[in-house]
């Protein structure tokens, strides 16, 4: 698919999922069996590239799985009234240098409510202690591969009403 595709369902998938903000990541461990979890994302689309972001609890298991598997699936569901969906399978980097740290916190803290957050105010003491600089603050950094966008108008109008989106990279590789 062309990168002309990317520009057509980055900024469509951009905008549902960070109108949703909250998505279940799944990570894969060591026997292929899926892990999933609550994560608050983050998207930006510059024009060419769509970057997503997750600060986040830095638990063994999340390094294990991202170490063995680097590939996630982020799935987003509006339920409440529009029944959109979207999904965006990644390669993702779990950053834990400070420069890193520090930068996808900001990232967060200066995006306003309810897509940005302060992380030091969600109470968890180490990081309302030493910020980003928390041992247990990570960012992870996402680069999709796959993209699709389902509007719930096209699933209640039977086809009739918008349209189904999805972008994959242009060399054709998938995840394993």
Not at 22 to 31: F, P, Q, S
Not at 48 to 58: H, I, N, Q, R
């Amino acid at each position: 698919m062309s990168t002309e595709e990317l520009r057509t369902v980055a900024p469509a998938f951009t905008e549902m999922a960070n109108r949703m903000v909250y998505c279940t990541m799944a990570t894969v461990d060591r026997a292929g069996r899926p892990r999933s979890r609550m994560v608050h994302a983050l998207w930006e689309w510059d024009g060419t590239e769509l970057t997503g972001w997750v600060g986040s609890m830095v638990t063994p298991l999340k390094r294990a799985h991202l170490a063995g598997n680097p590939y996630v699936s982020c799935n987003y569901w509006d339920g409440a009234e529009a029944y959109d969906t979207c999904v965006a399978e990644c390669r993702a980097e779990l950053l834990l240098d400070e420069a890193s740290k520090r930068e996808c916190w900001e990232r967060f803290r200066s995006t306003p409510e309810p897509l940005g957050y302060d992380p030091g105010a969600i109470g968890i003491p180490e990081w309302t202690e030493q910020g980003p600089a928390a041992p247990a603050w990570g960012a992870i950094r996402l680069t999709p591969w796959f993209l699709r966008v389902f509007p719930g108008e096209f699933a209640k109008s039977g086809g009739k009403t918008g349209r189904i989106l999805s972008w994959r990279e242009p060399d054709g590789r998938t995840a394993r």
